[in-house]
T-cell receptor
Framework: AQSVTQLGSHVSVSEGALVLLRCNYS??????LFWYVQYPNQGLQLLLKYTTGATLVKGINGFEAEFKKSETSFHLTKPSAHMSDAAEYFCAVSDGGYNKLIFGAGTRLAVHP | GAGVSQSPSNKVTEKGKDVELRCDPI?????LYWYRQSLGQGLEFLIYFQGNSAPDKSGLPSDRFSAERTGGSVSTLTIQRTQQEDSAVYLC?????????????FGSGTRLTVV
């Protein structure tokens, strides 16, 4: 069965520092992988996705993620954190039938001056 | 519509009462999903509608939960005899046919509080 593990429910970084949010997945079929961001009192917004092709994918707001099949990982990074990046981030993997997404528990990112 | 619309945005109900949550998907999106977001629990899949196919109800936590989608558009999630553990944010999302490939567009959610 497909599953997602996000290491670290809370991550805190300084403004300008590297952001690294970890996501590992389990899938019995080639996965499609997604990162979503949720700002306070809002719905989830798609940041980026990997389906096929290039394993390094770029998304909105300077975020990128790399699909590493050998490590079953899809970590999210941003070179320099901004205060506006403070939000909750969710990693998701397609289910076995490619019908729906299975989400991780989320990582809350705090950015301090 | 331009986005996924959910109503009400907030709902407070007494334990034991029934509630209905509404979702109006993006026009032309054939797939519609309901998820539940509880504090610290991530997003829990509830139910998935795709066109005229039978819905995937595998995520509904009990027979107190049901959902329907009328005319391939608006969906209503009904929770009967609400319990305090039902308190959560209920999120609706819609997508083109292959939601697991293209991704979903989410609504802002309905925050349900059972007192």
């Amino acid at each position: 069965a497909q599953s997602v593990t996000q290491l670290g429910s809370h991550v805190s970084v300084s403004e300008g520092a590297l952001v690294l949010l970890r996501c590992n997945y389990s899938s019995s079929v080639p996965p499609y992988l997604f990162w979503y961001v949720q700002y306070p009192n809002q719905g989830l917004q798609l940041l980026l996705k990997y389906t096929t092709g290039a394993t390094l994918v770029k998304g909105i707001n300077g975020f990128e993620a790399e699909f590493k099949k050998s490590e079953t990982s899809f970590h999210l990074t941003k070179p320099s954190a901004h205060m506006s990046d403070a939000a909750e981030y969710f990693c998701a993997v397609s289910d076995g039938g490619y019908n729906k997404l299975i989400f991780g528990a989320g990582t809350r990112l705090a950015v301090h001056p | 519509g331009a986005g996924v619309s959910q109503s009400p945005s907030n709902k407070v109900t007494e334990k034991g009462k029934d509630v209905e949550l509404r979702c109006d998907p993006i026009s032309g999106h054939t797939a519609l999903y309901w998820y539940r977001q509880s504090l610290g629990q991530g997003l829990e899949f509830l139910i998935y509608f795709q066109g005229n196919s039978a819905p995937d109800k595998s995520g509904l936590p009990s027979d107190r939960f049901s959902a329907e989608r009328t005319g391939g558009s608006v969906s209503t999630l009904t929770i009967q005899r609400t319990q305090q553990e039902d308190s959560a944010v209920y999120l609706c999302a819609s997508s083109t046919r292959q939601g697991a490939y293209y991704g979903y567009t989410f609504g802002s959610g309905t925050r349900l509080t059972v007192v």
